[in-house]
């Protein structure tokens, strides 16, 4: 009996032994599986905030419009447009969507619920096996985070083939473009080479006309001169005729002082003595040339009445007397002022004024001009 009860002894410390090494063992695994579960739940709670949980709004759409007439040699006000981005998906463009928030206590709590429990806090059973699909386990926040993130690769595969739709149009666009430079080039060479054209154009234009405005301007003037030059060729000929008949005048004026200057000479000793001759006349203005023959030095001077009554009586019938008389020139400016020469009186003319006087060249400072003042000093 005793053999027995040792035998039982020493199996029960084997097992008692065996059982320490196991719960050992299963201490370690336990820590393994929980730090394992800890890191596991922290990557899921990274990985849920890049997995977008909005769908994009599918309504959003772009327009681009494109001018898809053809280019010909006339101007088009309202050409034929085209959407190139009218099957372009727009909701792809669509940034800053709601991700997954798990980092808070309830999610995380989730995420180590495994099975479904009830509200005692115990397994739902389905059958033998405890039930892990249903609301507030593990699954159902996996589920929904794999639905996202497959919903975001089907968008992720739908921009690639929106960029590889978009490349083969702008590959087309390019191409497109491409051989219309050439061609815009030429046109753009050409204009500007029918702009040099038409600069040197208007360039000589601009020449021709300011030699035709120059030519305008000349023709204007030679017909102002040739205006002007008849005005004085008819101003010339009245002139002329006019100064005929002045020369004519002054030849018979001269003829006539010539006359009385003889007559005078040969009358000068047989003068009868009605009363005595003055011999000098108050200072002053007494008269003015009327007419001058620098040549035959005498002059025609048209005395005052005041001067002939101090010449000859207030009844003028006293013989002219023999006395000479300064000439002066207003405004004139020689050695002597205005003094310009002297003059002798020698005849009268019946009825008038008028004395011829002779000139005496040792006074002369300038020849005599009609109008020049006769004074007595």
């Given at each position: ?98 991700t997954y928030n798990w ?245 009268e003319i019946k009825g ?26």
């Amino acid at each position: 009996m005793n053999k027995v009860l040792h035998v039982l002894v020493y199996v029960f410390l084997a097992l008692a032994g065996a059982a320490l090494f196991f719960e050992i063992d299963l201490n370690g695994k336990r820590t393994e599986l929980r730090d394992r579960n800890r890191l596991q739940e922290d990557y899921l709670v990274r990985i849920a905030k890049v997995i977008e949980k909005a769908e994009p709004d599918k309504s959003a759409a772009f327009e681009v419009k494109k001018d898809v007439s053809p280019v010909e040699a006339r101007l088009v006000d309202s050409p034929d447009m085209e959407n190139v981005l009218d099957e372009y998906p727009a909701k792809l463009e669509q940034t800053n969507l709601e991700t997954y928030n798990w980092d808070n206590p309830g999610t995380r709590q989730q995420m180590r619920t495994v099975y479904v429990l009830d509200a005692e806090g115990k397994p739902v059973m389905d059958g033998n096996v405890p039930l892990q699909n249903g609301p507030g386990t593990e699954q159902e926040l996996l589920e929904r985070l794999f639905t996202s993130a497959k919903s975001q690769q089907a968008n992720l595969n739908s921009t690639r083939a929106a960029l590889t739709d978009m490349r083969g149009r702008l590959e087309s666009a390019i191409s497109e473009l491409n051989k219309l430079k050439p061609v815009a080039r030429q046109d753009k060479v050409t204009i500007e080479e029918q702009k040099e054209k038409i600069a040197k154009v208007e360039g000589e234009k601009t020449e021709l006309e300011g030699q035709i405005t120059k030519l305008k301007s000349s023709v204007e003037e030679l017909n102002s001169e040739i205006t002007s030059l008849k005005d004085e060729v008819t101003t010339a000929k009245d002139e002329t005729e006019a100064a005929k008949e002045e020369i004519a005048k002054d030849k018979k004026l001269i003829n006539d002082l010539k006359q009385l200057l003889k007559e005078s000479i040969q009358t000068q000793g047989n003068r009868s003595a009605t009363g005595a001759a003055v011999t000098s006349l108050p200072a002053g203005d007494k008269g003015k040339i009327a007419t001058v023959d620098n040549e035959d030095m005498f002059a025609v001077v048209q005395f005052t009445d005041e001067a002939m009554k101090e010449l000859k009586g207030e009844d003028l019938s006293r013989p002219l007397p023999s006395l000479d008389f300064g000439v002066r020139r207003v405004g004139f400016n020689g050695e002597a002022g205005e003094f310009v020469g002297r003059v002798r009186l020698r005849q009268e003319i019946k009825g008038k004024n008028y004395i011829i006087c002779d000139i005496l060249g040792a006074w002369e400072q300038d020849k005599l001009q009609p109008g020049d003042i006769i004074f007595a000093d």
